[in-house]
C-alpha cells in the first residue's frame, strides 16, 4: 500500500484488501521489529560477503561464511533474505570444445573409472583445456587440479594449442607438488597423447590416465572448474586483450580459488584452508615439505622455487612476450 499510494487512494487499497485505515496509518507510525532490525544486520552482512565474492556466491557459500565470521544464521533465513533483497549467485554457461583426438595415437588407460576420490594430496591429478574468448581472439587455458584438495597445482595459458602448453601446467604442478606416482587423469586430447607429453610424464614418474572418447563424465571434476571459471569470471568479464586476460585468470586461481572460494565438497573450505587443516605440510605456503624428492637438473628452469614466485614469473614472461609483441613494427607487403 505505501509503495502504491501515489497510484491509488489510500481508501480504496483499504477497502479491497480489507483492511482499516487506522491500521495502516499505525503500521506506518511504529518502530521496526527486533526480528526486521536483525534483518537489517544480516542483510548488510550478506551485501559484505557477496561483494567480497565478486557477485558469485549463492545462499550456501554465504552462509558458510557467515557461519565463521558471523552472525549466524540459519541457510534458510539467508536464502529468504538474499531472495526479498534480489542477490543472487552466478550459474554456468554452456561450453566449446577444445579436445581433438589425435588419428593413431595410442590412450592411455583410464586409472580413474570416474572415481574422482583421494585420501590424501597428490594421489590423483585431473587435468584439461578450455577457451578464454578476448576481443583479440582465443587464449586457451591447461589446468591441473588436485582431486583431493581441489586445488589448481598447475596451469599455463598460450594462444595456440600445441603440447607445450599442457606440459607447461604440469611442469608447475610437478615444481609445486613435488609428487611420488601421481596418476594424471585427462582426456584423449593430442597435446596429452603427444610423445612429448608421455615422455615427460614418464621421466617424473607421473602415471598417465586417460578417459573415453567424446564423454565429459570421465573428466567430470575438471569440466566442473572450468563451468566455475565461466560462470565466475569470464561470463562477467569483457576481456580486452590477452595479457588482461592473463592477468584475470591469475587473479582468479591465485588470489581467489585456490586461497579463499568455498567448497561444497570440502565441506564448505577452500582448497587452501582444507590442506591447512588435513595436511599441514602442504607446501610452501603452509609451511614446507618435509621431504622434496630429487629433480633432473634444469628440467623445470624458468619456474622458480615456489608456487608464489613462478606464478609471478610466467605473468612477467607473458607481459614482455606481449609487450615485445605490440612494438615490433608491422610492414605492409609493399615494404
Known amino acids: 500500500m505505501r509503495a502504491n499510494r501515489a497510484v491509488y487512494p489510500v481508501k480504496t487499497m483499504c477497502r479491497v484488501l480489507e483492511v482499516s485505515r ?11 521489529s527486533p526480528r526486521s532490525r536483525a534483518n537489517a544486520v544480516l542483510l548488510e552482512k550478506i551485501r559484505e560477503v557477496h561483494d567480497e565474492s565478486d557477485g558469485t556466491y549463492g545462499a550456501p557459500r554465504v552462509h558458510a561464511e557467515l557461519a565463521e565470521q558471523g552472525p549466524w544464521a540459519s541457510l534458510n533465513r539467508v536464502a529468504r533474505v538474499m531472495r526479498k533483497a534480489e542477490i543472487q549467485g552466478v550459474s554456468p554457461r554452456k561450453g566449446k570444445r577444445t579436445t581433438v583426438r589425435a588419428k593413431g595415437a595410442r590412450p592411455a588407460p583410464d586409472l580413474v573409472d570416474r572415481d574422482f576420490t583421494a585420501t590424501g594430496p597428490n594421489q590423483v591429478w585431473v587435468a584439461d583445456i578450455t577457451y578464454v574468448p578476448t576481443w583479440a581472439g582465443f587464449l586457451y587455458l591447461a589446468i591441473v587440479l588436485d582431486v583431493w584438495s581441489r586445488r589448481i597445482v598447475g596451469w599455463a595459458m598460450a594462444t595456440h594449442l600445441r603440447a607445450e602448453l599442457v606440459l607447461e601446467a604440469l611442469d608447475m604442478a610437478l615444481e609445486r607438488r613435488r609428487p611420488r606416482g601421481v596418476i594424471h587423469h585427462s582426456d584423449q586430447g ?5 610423445l612429448a607429453f608421455g615422455g615427460r610424464c614418464e621421466v617424473m614418474g607421473v602415471r598417465p590416465s586417460m ?22 569470471l569470464l561470463d562477467r568479464r569483457t576481456l580486452r586483450s590477452p595479457v588482461e586476460a592473463r592477468m584475470e585468470v591469475f587473479r582468479y586461481i591465485e588470489g581467489w580459488y585456490n586461497p579463499r572460494r568455498r567448497h561444497s565438497s ?5 582448497p587452501a584452508k582444507f590442506e591447512a587443516k588435513y595436511w599441514p605440510a602442504a607446501g610452501e605456503e603452509l609451511g614446507g615439505q618435509t621431504y622434496l624428492p630429487a629433480y633432473p637438473p634444469g628440467l623445470l628452469a624458468g619456474l622458480a622455487s615456489t608456487p608464489l614466485q613462478a606464478a609471478e614469473l610466467l605473468d612477467t614472461r607473458w607481459r614482455e612476450e606481449e609487450e615485445d609483441r605490440l612494438i615490433q613494427p608491422q610492414y605492409s607487403p609493399v615494404h
Request: charged residues 15%; hydrophobic residues 35%.
Open 211 to 232: 578417459g573415453s572418447v567424446g564423454d565429459a563424465y570421465d573428466n567430470a571434476m575438471a569440466e566442473s572448474f572450468f563451468g566455475t571459471l565461466e560462470c565466475e
Open 266 to 270: 570440502l565441506g564448505y573450505l577452500s
Open 190 to 194: 593430442c597435446q596429452y597423447t603427444s
Open 22 to 32: 487506522s491500521g495502516f496509518y499505525a503500521w506506518q507510525k511504529r518502530a521496526p
